[in-house]
Every structure is written in C-alpha cells, then in structure tokens.
C-alpha cells in the first residue's frame, strides 16, 4: 500500500471546495436531526440534491447524468459526505445494483430507469435475507412462477432496508424448487408499489423493513439475467458488498471497507477528548493522567488501522474496532457516557452512547464478521471450506 503524500491538481482542490461547500448546504442539522429520529438512512432533497450535480454516480460522463469525476474526486466526495454523517445507505444500495441492471437488464429496462438513477428519482434495495436465510442467502424460499409473459412472486424477505424510500428491489427469487439450491434461483428489479413493507427499527436506531411479496405480478422486462441462474447475476453485487470487486463489475462499497465505521468513531473519540480537556470545580482535567492519555491514543491508533485496512478483513477490522471503541471510550467517560441524546447531563449529544448501540449491528449486516472470516480462509487463504454445502 502507498502511504505517500498526494499531490492534488487545482481542479482536484476546486472540486474539494465544491463538495465541502455542498455539505455544509445540503448535510444540515435538520437532515441529521431527521436521520437520528428516521434512522432511514436516506434523505430526499441531499439525494436529488447530489443527482442535481452528478454526484450519484460522479465518474460517468456529464451527458449520462453524472459528474465526469477522477476516481481521486469520487473518493474524495465520499469521504467528505461520510465525515459530515451524511445519510447514504440507500445511496450505497442503489449504486451496487446498479451494475447488475446495466450488465443484465433489457435494453426496455435500462432505459426506463437508469437516467432516474443518475438524477435521483430511481432507487434500488436489497432483496436477499428472508426469516430463514441471511448467511445462507442461496437458501431463499420466495417463489416466483411464470405465468404467461408475467411472473407470480410470493414469499416475505427481513431487512430490506431502505424499501420505504425505493422503487425497485434486487429482488431473489426461487423459480425451481427442484434444482440445487444455487441453480434454481432468478433475479428480479422488482418493483414495490404492489409490496406491503412493514418497519423494523434495530438497537441502533436503524430503520429496515419486512416486506411481504403476497402472489405480486411482475411483467417479464424486469427480470435480470437467464431464469435458474440468478446466482450468477447476484454474485457481481453480492462480491462488491464483501469487497471483493476484483471477482465483480459492481461497483465497490461506498467506503475502502475499513473506513466504514471509522467516521463514526472519530466522532466518538473527538468526545471524549472533549470530555477528558475539560476541568472539574477543582481544575483538574482527566487528561493530565497519563493513563488517560494512554486509552484515548489507544483509541486514535485502532481507528487509524481500521480506516486504511483494505479488503473483506478491512470490514471485520472496522466492525471490531467500532465496537472495542465505543466500549473503551464509554468505560474511561463513565456514567454520563450512558447518557443518551436529549438527557441533560448527555455529553457530546449522546455520541458514545449511540456508538455503542450502533457498532453491534456492524457485525451483521452486509454479511456478518464471521462469514467474513470464512471468505478470507476460503478465498484469500486456501482453506478448506468450513462445511460441505448442500446442493
Ligand atoms: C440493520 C440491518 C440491515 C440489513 N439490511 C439488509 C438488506 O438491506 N438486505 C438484505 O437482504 N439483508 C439485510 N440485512 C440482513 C443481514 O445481511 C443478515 O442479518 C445477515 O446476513 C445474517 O443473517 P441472519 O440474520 O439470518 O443470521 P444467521 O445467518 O442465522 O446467523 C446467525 C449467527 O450464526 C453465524 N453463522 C451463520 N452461518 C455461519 C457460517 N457459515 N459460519 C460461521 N458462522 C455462521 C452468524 O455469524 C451469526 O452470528 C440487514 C441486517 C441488519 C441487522
């Protein structure tokens, strides 16, 4: 990995100054106030807001509704949205669909809703996980039968998060119950206005939702590849979610995967340093301990090593070093710590305390940490595959 210095060219540092201008406009407390009572992950006027600019997909040409960014500015845009908290779980969703749509939709398909992407009015979310299947997303048992030249769907999935706030699901379907169990699955862009989606909210104030497919007809145009081989076309979007891009043409996650939660925490840390400058009635400050000291660079180093950790074992990192964090942290502020936002003793809005709520659910979604640990014994270091697979 090079850790040298970049130098930016002018119109690099112009483009900087555009998108810390933009978040400061469009990333407002009102919206981060809404998030933390929506937890939705998702808000409408930022997300036109970036379609306006291109800024959803900001490598693509000017003419195809995005940004004509470098690689280096796309980056950048996403880290400065990311430090400013900025809602973008349906964006993230949205844009690692999108691939599979271009590479295996119709032409009928593409055009009716990719430039809605671009511009913001057409977002996709992900239709794997069902009340039996999460780790075992090929187990899935929603049925999809042809019926002319139309598709019946029936079945109920868990935690499509962001459904309220989209068109379309990548929807997973069964369409041959006989078949091993990798082979007899199809692939939909489903549309949901004939979905009944039902809220859960997590212990990290997350909103995600049931959805219930309950005998919805889908016209043939919005399947997505052959019929039985759905593995195949989910494998693109599923590999960029594990940060495997290499294996995929999907687009990475948002983030280098070790940078996901690190913003979160950097916020974390930023209170209790707060916390730990501050003086009591006798003047003393905790940071004049040098055990204090200790814990809060402690800290700053395993947020470093996370954020630039790279790969699927970039996301087991993150997701570890969110949850050690928060906890050390709450542990070295104490009692007030467990303050949430809105209490008046709450220091730092309640921060480590939301932290510590919202790292736990790190470790599960987008593939919990332990099947992470088995794609990097599997696929990075030769092992064995932990358990014959059926089918
Ligand atoms: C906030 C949130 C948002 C989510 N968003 C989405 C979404 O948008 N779309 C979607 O489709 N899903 C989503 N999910 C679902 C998520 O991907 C699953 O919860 C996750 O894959 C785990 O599946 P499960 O909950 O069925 O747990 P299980 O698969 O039943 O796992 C239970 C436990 O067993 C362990 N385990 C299971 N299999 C193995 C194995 N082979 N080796 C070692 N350990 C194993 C797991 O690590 C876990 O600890 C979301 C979940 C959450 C909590």
Same mark, same amino acid.
């Given at each position: 990995?090079? !850790?040298?210095?970049?130098?930016?060219?002018?119109e @690099?540092?112009?483009?900087?100054?555009?998108?810390?201008?933009?978040?400061?406009?469009?990333?407002?407390?009102?919206?981060?106030?809404?998030?933390?009572?929506?937890?939705?992950?998702?808000?409408?006027?930022?997300?036109?807001?970036?379609g306006?600019?291109?800024?959803?997909?900001?490598?693509?040409? +000017?003419?195809?509704?995005?940004?004509?960014?470098?690689?280096?500015?796309?980056?950048?845009?996403?880290?400065e949205l990311?430090?400013?908290?900025?809602?973008?779980?349906?964006?993230? @969703?949205?844009?690692?669909?999108?691939?599979?749509?271009?590479?295996? #939709?119709t032409?009928?398909?593409?055009?009716?809703?990719?430039?809605?992407?671009?511009?913001?009015?057409?977002?996709?979310?992900l239709?794997? @996980?069902?009340?039996?299947?999460?780790?075992?997303?090929?187990?899935?048992?929603?049925?999809?039968? +042809?019926?002319?030249?139309?598709?019946?769907i029936?079945?109920?999935?868990?935690?499509?998060?962001?459904?309220?706030?989209?068109?379309?699901?990548?929807?997973?379907?069964r369409?041959?119950?006989?078949?091993?169990?990798?082979?007899?699955l199809?692939?939909?862009?489903?549309?949901?206005?004939?979905?009944?989606?039902?809220?859960?909210?997590?212990?990290?104030g997350?909103?995600?939702?049931?959805?219930?497919?309950?005998?919805?007809?889908?016209?043939?145009?919005?399947?997505?590849?052959?019929?039985?081989? #759905?593995w195949?076309?989910?494998?693109?979007?599923?590999?960029?979610?594990?940060?495997?891009?290499?294996?995929t043409?999907?687009?990475?996650?948002?983030?280098?995967?070790?940078?996901?939660?690190?913003?979160?925490?950097?916020e #974390?840390?930023e209170?209790?340093l707060?916390?730990?400058?501050?003086?009591?009635?006798?003047?003393? +400050?905790p940071?004049d301990?040098?055990?204090?000291?200790?814990?809060?660079?402690?800290?700053?180093?395993?947020?470093?090593?996370?954020?630039?950790?790279?790969?699927?074992?970039?996301?087991?990192?993150?997701?570890?070093?969110?949850? +050690?964090?928060?906890?050390?942290?709450?542990?070295?502020?104490?009692?007030?710590?467990?303050?949430?936002?809105?209490?008046?003793?709450?220091?730092?809005?309640?921060?480590?305390?939301?932290?510590?709520?919202?790292?736990?659910?790190?470790?599960?979604?987008?593939?919990?940490?332990?099947? !992470?640990?088995?794609?990097?014994a599997?696929?990075?270091l030769?092992l064995?595959?932990?358990?014959?697979?059926?089918?």
């Amino acid at each position: 990995m090079d !850790f040298g210095v970049i130098d930016l060219d002018e119109e @690099t540092v112009a483009f900087w100054a555009e998108v810390r201008a933009f978040c400061q406009t469009h990333v407002t407390k009102e919206v981060l106030d809404e998030e933390f009572e929506t937890g939705s992950g998702f808000n409408e006027g930022l997300h036109k807001a970036l379609g306006a600019r291109g800024w959803i997909l900001p490598t693509w040409p +000017r003419q195809e509704g995005g940004a004509g960014a470098t690689p280096l500015q796309a980056a950048i845009l996403d880290a400065e949205l990311r430090a400013a908290h900025a809602p973008l779980i349906t964006l993230g @969703t949205t844009r690692n669909v999108l691939p599979a749509v271009l590479r295996w #939709g119709t032409d009928e398909l593409k055009k009716a809703v990719v430039p809605g992407v671009a511009s913001g009015d057409v977002r996709f979310c992900l239709g794997y @996980t069902e009340p039996d299947s999460g780790s075992d997303i090929a187990a899935a048992k929603t049925r999809a039968v +042809r019926d002319g030249d139309e598709w019946v769907i029936d079945g109920q999935k868990m935690f499509t998060t962001g459904a309220q706030n989209c068109q379309y699901s990548f929807l997973l379907t069964r369409t041959n119950p006989e078949a091993p169990k990798h082979k007899g699955l199809t692939m939909f862009l489903c549309p949901l206005e004939q979905a009944e989606i039902r809220p859960i909210r997590t212990l990290g104030g997350e909103r995600t939702n049931m959805v219930f497919y309950d005998a919805i007809r889908v016209p043939d145009r919005y399947r997505l590849g052959p019929v039985d081989q #759905g593995w195949m076309v989910l494998l693109g979007p599923l590999n960029a979610e594990h940060a495997m891009p290499e294996d995929t043409d999907s687009a990475p996650p948002i983030d280098q995967p070790g940078g996901m939660y690190g913003y979160s925490a950097v916020e #974390g840390l930023e209170v209790a340093l707060a916390w730990a400058r501050s003086a009591d009635p006798d003047g003393r +400050r905790p940071i004049d301990d040098p055990l204090v000291r200790e814990r809060l660079a402690q800290a700053a180093l395993d947020i470093e090593v996370a954020t630039v950790s790279t790969g699927p074992a970039g996301r087991v990192i993150s997701s570890e070093m969110a949850i +050690r964090v928060a906890e050390d942290l709450m542990d070295l502020v104490g009692p007030r710590a467990l303050l949430p936002r809105g209490e008046d003793a709450a220091i730092g809005e309640g921060w480590l305390e939301y932290l510590h709520r919202f790292a736990q659910g790190t470790a599960t979604y987008g593939g919990t940490t332990d099947i !992470f640990r088995n794609i990097i014994a599997e696929r990075f270091l030769g092992l064995p595959r932990q358990a014959p697979r059926a089918g």
